[in-house]
């Protein structure tokens, strides 16, 4: 499993302003969204929607 996380392990992309570049986050909270429950998966959704309205 070791190997997996390494092969999948990247940096994550700052913009200038000092915000997560989009497409990261939007990648991290899928992530998040597949290991969480079910409350906190649905306001990951959220977060992941109002970020996609502000970009």
């Known amino acids: ?4 996380l ?3 392990s990247r940096s ?3 913009e ?3 915000e997560l570049a989009q497409k990261d ?7 998040l969204k597949n290991v969480e429950g079910d409350d ?7 977060l992941g929607t109002k970020s996609n309205i502000i970009n």
Request: aromatic share 4%; no cysteine.
């Open 16 to 18: 200038p302003n000092g």
């Open 12 to 14: 994550l992309k700052w």
């Open 40 to 46: 906190t998966s649905s306001e990951l959704s959220r």
């Open 6 to 8: 390494n092969q999948n």
């Open 1 to 4: 499993m070791k190997e997996n």
């Open 25 to 31: 986050l939007s990648e991290l909270i899928e992530r």
